[in-house]
């Protein structure tokens, strides 16, 4: 089993930051990557950030040049910094972490989600 534990979203003023973290544990053998994704209530979940295990990144357009995303291999932690933020990046951010536990096939694993509320 992975588990996922996300730490760091709460509330922050328009123009504001925070900075978010997921550390995995479990029988993970290899990482494909990890990343960030977000919900709005009634809406699917979108992709925010995602690292792959060569450091590469990728970036959903409306977070582009406001948010950060970073990864310890050693600690299997990932971050994600987000500055100038906005109203509209008010969700619920999920951690995902897509890798495997055996050496036959990959799946992606997620974090229980946490609040991120920007005022205006």
């Known amino acids: 089993q992975v588990q996922l534990v996300e730490s760091g979203g709460g509330l922050a003023q328009a123009g504001g930051s925070l900075r978010l973290s997921c550390a995995a544990s479990g029988s993970i053998v290899s990482i494909v990557a990890m990343g960030w994704y977000r919900q709005y209530p009634g809406k699917q979940r979108e992709l925010v950030a995602t690292?792959?295990?060569?450091?590469?990144?990728n970036y959903a357009d409306s977070v582009k040049g406001r948010f950060t995303i970073s990864r310890d291999n050693a600690l299997n932690t990932v971050y994600l910094q987000m500055n100038s933020l906005k109203p509209e990046d008010t969700a619920v951010y999920y951690c995902?972490?897509?890798?495997?536990?055996?050496?036959?096939?990959?799946?992606?694993?997620w974090g229980q989600g946490t609040q991120v509320t920007v005022s205006s």
């Open positions: 690292i792959n295990s060569g450091g590469g990144r």
């Open positions: 995902n972490l897509r890798g495997y536990t055996d050496y036959v096939s990959w799946d992606d694993y």
